[in-house]
């Protein structure tokens, strides 16, 4: 795994924004898997921004989002449809055509499951996958010991993720308990993961997925069996990593070309 530490969230932000932007210039139709919460927003911003000043386009761009609360209509101001047209697709030159998301609210979701699956499939798959990391080590809404080799399907949210993700609902009651996520197999098979962490709330959740053993209790780990994983954190999120001043080393020495 590559580890980048910053002092700040915004820091770690600019470099996520350049490894997006450079997997963007790298392929005539890039696809990008794209992820929620609070995490990708200072990523989407800075996105924006360069977009906005000619420095990056997302016009061939093809995207395919993590996951989806079921029962949402897109329009409704809690979904991740609403999400991510309102922090990102309407400020930037991507092609509506081209952005999906599961359909939490499909009359028949294992069809729509399927369906999502295949989509990935047809594009070629996924050259980079953004991911945040649940504080119960969660990928998408992959919770804790579900399988490894789990496809795109209908989820069920632990209790912890409930209330995690309550404050973005007026009641505990309305958060909803099922969701459709990629599953930890369709996130493996991407060409390159990013995953984004900021505040000391994940930092266990950072020890276990670098350091711990590979364990379904911690569905982030698996990414130890990734063959380009890039870990961007802020310090707090990285206070408990034993091997921090190992990680900080080796970025400082690395070849001019490995660096974003
Ligand atoms: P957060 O969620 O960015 O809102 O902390 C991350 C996640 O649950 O994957």
Redesign the pocket.
């Known amino acids: 795994m590559e580890i980048l530490i910053r002092d700040t969230p915004e820091a770690g932000a600019q470099v996520a924004a350049s490894v997006v932007n450079k997997i963007i210039n790298s392929k005539e139709n890039p696809v990008l898997g794209l992820?929620?919460?609070?995490?990708?927003?200072r990523l989407y911003k800075e996105l924006i921004r360069m977009n906005q000043a000619g420095e990056l386009s997302l016009r061939n761009c093809t995207t395919f989002n993590?996951d989806e609360y079921g029962g949402l209509p897109p329009e409704d101001k809690r979904s991740y449809n609403y999400y991510m047209m309102s922090n990102l697709f309407s400020h930037v030159d991507i092609s509506r055509d081209n952005v999906h998301l599961p359909d939490g609210n499909a009359q028949d979701l294992r069809e729509a499951c399927r369906k999502y699956e295949k989509q990935i499939k047809d594009v070629g798959g996924i050259d980079l996958q953004v991911?945040?990391?649940?504080?119960n080590g969660?990928?998408?809404?992959n919770e804790p010991t579900g399988s490894f080799a789990s496809r795109t399907w209908v989820k069920i949210l632990s209790e912890q993720?409930i209330q995690?993700?309550s404050i973005y609902f007026d009641k505990l009651e309305e958060v909803p308990r099922h969701v459709v996520t990629m599953g930890i197999a369709t996130i493996m098979e991407s060409r390159h993961c990013l995953l984004?962490?900021?505040?000391a709330?994940?930092a266990d959740a950072i020890r276990k997925m670098i350091e711990g053993p590979i364990s379904a209790s911690c569905p982030a780990s698996i990414l130890q069996m990734h063959p380009r994983v890039t870990v961007v954190l802020d310090e707090e999120s990285a206070y408990l990593l034993t091997l921090k001043d190992h990680y900080k080393w080796i970025e400082k020495n690395k070849l001019d070309w490995q660096r974003y």
């Open positions: 992820a929620t919460g609070g995490t990708p927003l993590l991911l945040g990391i649940g504080a969660h990928i998408g809404f993720t995690d993700n984004l962490a900021n505040g709330k994940k």
